[in-house]
């Protein structure tokens, strides 16, 4: 309770300095018996104070109810609860449900867009989408063809809409949105399509464009400061991005934003990742490539920039950036930091300072991981902060319509956007992860809009010399920069973590299994396979004093596109569809909520 006191306090001290309109839903976020966003909270720690359900009585857990979403393909995300009501989401055509929970259930509205069937070809993985956002009475989705769509969440009645983007060149969706002030945060998919990847806000009102800040090209189009944005504690300087391309490709250069948001009252920036550059073929874009690759700091006020980290300069491997950004305040080296956390594809696990953007820790995270040798941390170095490349899996080293096998992790990465939860009892993060390598092969492609811009050949399979699977779920210390535990899985686990003061964190397999495992020991205590693979987020919830666990289950996704598509040659779905060929011995397309509880 002192804690939760604590938490309250804090939220409510920094959104007085906050416009009204983000008051509303920094209590509903505080409010443990609600999941008011997707990510948990502002700082993505996807934690719950709820400890009725525990690692005493999990084992105890019971299906209470279940609801058919009628969508088939990949189910991504969460349902979101505000006080009696539960909204779900779908994958396209990306269907909203508000269910009465005090009405067991009944579907109070449905909330069905009409969009063309053709955005479908252009998704890049899938036609999944990471859930609706709510704040001041609307429920915000953002559509896979980039209509983004405010719903008033009594009776879902389009408030306003907006488009974001243009599916004909490309530009899709599959993220949620981030509320935040009196703007929603929003981002856009296409990076396999050559565009040019951004970040917009709108008025939470009025759905007006306040601001947008792209992740590639001139300085005021990126919102930076060239003598105030700062990289690794420098000043970017002037054109810090178009420099490090060559001549115009910074225009088609992807670096795309369709991960997750996460923002800190007290410092006031909001934080996220830019993708990967275009193409997949690292010699037809010479030079850095900023700032794809990227862990971003704005302000949400103007979008202004307070500091970058590009992680990967000059990709060789689709390592997209646009994984979760957790927010800690821990210690490290003895003194109170303010401290974020990510796990990137590239198979390194990053601390830095948030308010800085200073670089405290980078590690492996999967012992498979072998791009790299490390990542120079000494800041007197010429090449302080990048990763060094070993020769063997540099792709443009290798060169052109060469195959560099072997590579570790492969392109959907050690982690990919499924997110890792944080517990402040252990301070453990718990991370789902993939145990997956590759062969690239990297051809010349030239750009038409609204066509593929890939220019590689994948396949993917299970890393050599290990435990024969393609997934571990892991506990990792992020001060320390090591894991404590790992759990094998035959699949990717491709599920969103929940951890819980009951000290027991939840995840789900691509198999169909939600699993609960002890927080400190990664004992499992729980299973149960629902019908169709996993590959939503675990939330929870209370309703009329009993706790709750949530899970979407639909098999999908990059890893599972070839049963969501039925896809069978082992090189479609970017290389995925070889990999995952087992998994259809297992499971099959669903689209449903599954929700647990403990008997009376």
Known sequence: MKKLFALTSTIALCAATMASANDGLAADIANPDQWAIQTGDYKNQRYSTLDQINK????????????????????????????????????????????????????????????????????????VNRGVAYAEGKIFLHQADTTVVALNA???????????????????????????????????????????????????????????????GTDDQLLVDPEKTTHLGKPIGKDSSIKTWEGDQWKIGGATTWGWYSYDPELDLIYYGSANPSTWNPAQRPGDNRWSMTIMARDPDDGMAKWFYQMTPHDEWDFDGINE????????????????THFDRNGLGYTLDRETGELLVAEK???????????????????????????????????????????????????????????PETQLFYVPTNHVCMDYEPFRVSYTAGQPYVGATLSMYPAPESHGGMGNFIAWDNIAGEIKWSLPEQFSVWSGALATAG?????????????????????????????????????????????????????????????????????????????????????????????????D
């Open 56 to 127: 005493d009585n999990v084992g105890d857990l019971q299906v209470a109810w279940t609801f058919s979403t009628g969508v088939l393909r990949g189910h991504e995300g969460s349902p979101l609860v505000i006080g009696d009501m539960m909204y779900v989401h779908t994958p396209f055509p990306n269907i909203v449900y508000a269910l009465d929970l005090a009405n067991e259930g009944k579907i109070k509205w449905k909330y069905e867009p009409k969009q063309d069937p053709d955005v479908i070809p252009v998704m890049c993985c899938d036609t």
């Open 154 to 216: 009594e009776t879902g009645e389009v408030e306003w809409s907006v488009v974001n983007g243009d599916p004909s060149k490309g530009e899709t969706n599959t993220a949620t949105v981030l509320p935040v002030k009196d703007k929603v945060i929003v981002g856009i998919s296409g990076g396999e399509f050559g565009v040019q990847g951004h970040v917009t806000a709108y008025n939470i009102e009025t759905g007006e464009l306040e601001w947008r800040a792209y992740s590639v």
């Open 325 to 340: 950004m957790i927010l800690t305040d821990q210690d490290f080296n003895g003194e109170p930091r303010k401290l974020l």
């Open 365 to 423: 995270f999967d012992p498979a991981v072998n791009w790299t040798s490390g990542v120079d941390m000494d800041p007197d170095s010429e090449t302080y902060g990048r990763p060094a490349v070993v020769a063997q899996y540099s792709t443009e080293q290798n060169g052109e319509d060469v195959n560099s096998t072997g590579i570790c992790p492969a392109a959907l990465g050690s982690k990919d956007q499924q997110p890792a939860a944080y517990s």
């Open 503 to 599: 000290d027991i964190v939840f995840y789900g397999t691509l198999e169909g299994y939600l699993k609960a495992i002890d927080a400190t020991t990664g004992e499992e205590l729980y299973k149960f396979k629902t019908p169709s693979g996993i590959i939503g987020n675990v939330m929870t919830y209370t309703n009329g004093g009993k706790q709750y666990i949530g899970i979407l289950s639909g098999v999908g996704g990059w890893a599972g596109i070839g049963l969501a598509a039925g896809l069978t040659n082992p090189n479609d779905g970017l290389g995925a569809v070889g990999g995952y060929a087992a998994l259809s011995d297992y499971t099959a397309l669903g689209g449903q909520l599954t929700v647990f509880a403990l008997p």
